[in-house]
């Protein structure tokens, strides 16, 4: 085949494939299912599962630095790396997109079924609350359901706004969150350009040191507390969690920093159709080939930084919160693009349905993972916290991801609803939903 003959062939391939259909999709103004949003939603539970494994095992410190895991070496500093780079916040962030863009589809339909879509969604989000709540106190203290409904209100009325709107305020939004929390990081910042020799003072070094030294000392005393506490029974470990309830909600406006802007950029990638597998592949594709190494390299530049600087938790925080996050945003992009495409190609892969399925019940997925893990590795349970290696948590992770996939289809075939789905919705709606198909 000479070049031309291979040029028109290449053409005619990209053709069909920018052609192809979803047989499984709806469209913005019907209410069938989206199979991307359901698909692409099931890989973010499962691979937040794999990401929160480690919170689920470890004091909240081990997520800061490697040296706060009790089985800390060479080998296992490359795991928690691999994890920072490839994964830490990005399937969560994929999930924030996909709750935004979930947002704007349910007071869509509201709308056209003449509901008031501001009053639906706060229902909605109402519930979501309650359930964030008993969530956190009741299993596990990681929940971002609180976070979800509380600034799933605050964006009710901008539902309607256009998609380059949502997505430059999304956008706009991220960055100056990120440069904010740099900004408050840079005292560290620049006491380890002292450290390094930047700065010759002598005075100024021991500073830093002993700032350093502060900021270590007060996460160890924080990891032992929680080791303590997970340890112990579930009415010491309830009582600790009352306890840091009001902590936990005013750390929620540094959350917002970027769930909000994610919420935004969800709901733009929702109106302009990206989400739902409306694109043309060659488009999907493109953009994966320079998100994916661009977002890589800007990842691996923050765990560079923090591996050269002996895993500083108080460096590490501030390269997650504000550093880490334009390379974050691109591989969020990245994996949903990859997924999507993936889809495109195989629509009725059992893989693909099995996904799909887990993905129409993420809240019962979300909340029976946190049921499993907190009764594998807490005092009342298995008592395994702080006691596993990768090996065993990736094992837990890997055997949950299992029964989920297994149970997500096998429910769905039988019930038009997950079980915690049926709740918010007979709840948000005040009567109790149609449960059998």
Request: aromatic residues 12%; hydrophobic residues 50%.
């Amino acid at each position: 085949m000479g070049p031309k003959s291979w040029d028109s062939g290449h053409k005619e391939s990209w053709r069909t494939l920018d052609e192809k259909s979803l047989p499984i999709a709806g469209s913005p103004t019907d209410d069938r299912r989206f199979i991307t949003l359901d698909a692409v939603r099931g890989l973010s539970v499962l691979a937040i599962l794999w990401i929160n494994i480690l919170s689920f095992a470890m004091p909240d410190a081990a997520l800061l630095s490697p040296r706060f895991i009790p089985f800390s070496s060479p080998a296992n500093d490359g795991v928690w790396l691999t994890n920072f780079i490839f994964a830490d916040g990005k399937f969560r962030g994929l999930f924030t997109l996909l709750f935004g863009a979930s947002m704007v589809l349910v007071m869509e339909r509201a709308n056209r079924s003449s509901q008031n879509p501001a009053s639906v969604h706060a229902r909605r989000m109402a519930w979501l609350l309650v359930i964030g709540l008993a969530h956190y106190l009741l299993l596990w203290h990681g929940d971002i359901l609180i976070s979800y409904a509380l600034m799933g209100l605050l964006l009710t009325g901008l539902y309607q706004r256009s998609a380059a709107e949502l997505l430059r305020w999304g956008i706009c939004g991220l960055i100056a969150g990120a440069i904010w929390m740099t900004w408050l990081g840079a005292g560290r910042i620049e006491g380890l350009a002292h450290m390094l020799g930047l700065a010759s003072t002598p005075a100024a070094v021991d500073a830093v040191r002993q700032m350093h030294l502060a900021d270590w000392a007060q996460t160890s005393l924080s990891f032992r507390d929680d080791l303590s506490l997970f340890q112990g029974s579930y009415g010491q470990i309830l009582a600790g969690r009352l306890d840091k309830l009001i902590n936990s909600l005013l750390a929620l406006p540094i959350i917002a920093l970027e769930t909000l802007p994610m919420m935004l950029i969800g709901m733009g990638l929702y109106r302009n159709r990206f989400l739902i597998g409306s694109w043309p592949f060659s488009a999907y594709l493109r953009l994966f080939c320079w998100t994916f190494p661009l977002g890589l390299l800007l990842s691996a530049l923050p765990a560079v930084y923090i591996a050269a600087n002996a895993y500083d938790p108080m460096l590490a925080l501030t390269a997650h919160l504000g550093l880490s996050v334009p390379g974050r945003l691109l591989l969020i992009l990245a994996y949903a693009a990859g997924a999507i495409m993936l889809i495109i190609l195989y629509p009725a892969y059992p893989w693909t349905v099995r996904l799909a399925a887990a993905g129409r019940m993420a809240l019962s997925n979300y909340l029976a993972s946190s049921l499993i893990m907190s009764s594998i590795f807490y005092g009342y349970g298995g008592g395994l916290y702080g006691r596993m290696g990768w090996m065993g948590l990736y094992g837990c992770a890997a055997a949950t991801s299992l029964i989920l996939l297994l149970w997500s289809p096998w429910w769905m075939a039988r019930y038009t609803y997950g079980p915690v789905e049926w709740l918010w919705r007979s709840l948000a709606r005040g009567s109790w939903q149609t449960m059998r198909r």
